[in-house]
Structure formats: structure tokens, C-alpha cells
T-cell receptor, first 113, second 114 residues
Framework: AQTVTQSQPEMSVQEAETVTLSCTYDTSESNYYLFWYKQPPSRQMILVIRQEAYKQQNATENRFSVNFQKAAKSFSLKISDSQLGDTAMYFC??????????FGTGTSLTVIP | NAGVTQTPKFQVLKTGQSMTLQCAQD?????MYWYRQDPGMGLRLIYY???????DKGEVPNGYNVSRLNKREFSLRLESAAPSQTSVYFC?????????????FGDGTRLSIL
């Protein structure tokens, strides 16, 4: 069974600084997809970024980028120039060639003014 | 564009009562999902429907039933609610059976069982 591990329950960062959230996963499959979702206090789940396992290039979306290390089964999220609106719970998720998603337990990020 | 709509947003039940959570999407998505979110445990999949007419168990299906009423609607039923089912429930959908497609989520239903 696939598992997704986020080892940092809580993190904080000063506004305008950079922070990296960690995620590791366990799988025996070669083709899969990885996602980061953001859940602000409003409780909405918002897609931040996604990565295809067959692509070596790390995905980037504006201030958000990932460091995908396939051999190490690691998928970290880097947030640059942190803003107050980035305060949220962040979930790492894995999707296999079936139809299921597997989520990590989340990292609560606080951006400090 | 409403996206994924869940009703109700809040509900309080007594142990043993039954209830159906409703979910509808207007994006013409084939696949729909029900999750529960508990503190420190992330989102856990209860049931999913890969396409209209099919449903499958997820990680935590016990105590729940689902119905894929049509392509738009996917309901979750608690036949005899238990305090352990107190949680926030999310419905999600995505276009189809392709793992590169992200899920779109509803706003959640906060359910309390007394």
C-alpha cells in the first residue's frame, strides 16, 4: 500500500523568507503523480502544484516550487517570498495509476509578520 | 461556476441516527470521492466512484454507504451514526481515470455525533 509521510506537523516562517516543507512517500510503482494542496482556515482544499514522476524537471508555479527526488521518494515544497496569505495547512498527496489519492497528515504553516 | 457543492455545511446528530451527505459537481467529471478529515490524520478516503454506475471502498469504508445517483451526484450515507464518525467530510471530483489530474474539492461538511 502507498503511504505518504509529512514529518513536520508545524512550521513557521518570517514574511518574505523562504520555507521548505518535506514529504516522503512509499510506492513500488514507476508511474505516479504527486501533488501539494493548501488548506487555509476557510477549510477549502486548493491545488498548489503537481509533479509527474516521469518528468525529471521540477515543477514550478510562481513562488512555489518542488524538489522531486524520485530515487529517494521525496517531494518537498519550497515557498519563496512567503506571504501572510500562505498561512495554511499543506498536504502532500500521491496518485497512482489506479483511481485513488493518498494524503499525508499535513504540515501547519504560519507566516509571521 | 459552482464546482463541487456539498450540503449541509454543518450537522449535529445523536448516536444511532441516520443521515445522508449530498455532493454535486457541475464540471462534467467522471470520478468522485468521499473523504473524512480528522486532526493529525490528514484526509482518508472512504469511498470513491471512478465513473457513473461504479463505486469502490477506500481506506475507511466501515459504517458508510454511498450512491452514485448520476454523473453529477455522489451521496454518502451514515446508517447508524457513532461518535467515532464525528469529522469533517469532503467530497471531491476529477475529470477521469487519469492520475495526473488533480481533485477538485467541496467546502466540507462538519458533522458532530453526540
Amino acid at each position: 500500500a502507498q503511504t505518504v509521510t509529512q514529518s513536520q506537523p508545524e512550521m513557521s516562517v518570517q514574511e518574505a523568507e523562504t520555507v521548505t516543507l518535506s514529504c516522503t512517500y512509499d510506492t513500488s510503482e514507476s508511474n505516479y503523480y504527486l501533488f501539494w494542496y493548501k488548506q487555509p482556515p476557510s477549510r477549502q482544499m486548493i491545488l498548489v502544484i503537481r509533479q509527474e514522476a516521469y518528468k525529471q524537471q521540477n515543477a514550478t508555479e510562481n513562488r512555489f516550487s518542488v524538489n522531486f527526488q524520485k530515487a529517494a521518494k521525496s517531494f518537498s515544497l519550497k515557498i519563496s517570498d512567503s506571504q501572510l496569505g500562505d498561512t495554511a495547512m499543506y498536504f502532500c498527496a500521491y496518485s497512482n495509476t489506479g483511481n485513488q489519492f493518498y494524503f499525508g497528515t499535513g504540515t501547519s504553516l504560519t507566516v509571521i509578520p | 461556476n459552482a464546482g463541487v457543492t456539498q450540503t449541509p455545511k454543518f450537522q449535529v446528530l445523536k448516536t444511532g441516527q441516520s443521515m445522508t451527505l449530498q455532493c454535486a459537481q457541475d464540471m462534467n467529471h467522471n470520478s468522485m470521492y468521499w473523504y473524512r478529515q480528522d486532526p493529525g490524520m490528514g484526509l482518508r478516503l472512504i469511498y470513491y466512484s471512478a465513473s457513473e454506475g461504479t463505486t469502490d471502498k477506500g481506506e475507511v469504508p466501515n459504517g458508510y454507504n454511498v450512491s452514485r445517483l448520476n454523473k453529477r451526484e455522489f451521496s454518502l450515507r451514515l446508517e447508524s451514526a457513532a461518535p467515532s464518525q464525528t469529522s469533517v467530510y469532503f467530497c471531491a471530483s476529477r475529470p477521469g481515470h487519469y492520475s495526473n489530474q488533480p481533485q477538485h474539492f467541496g467546502d466540507g461538511t462538519r458533522l458532530s455525533i453526540l
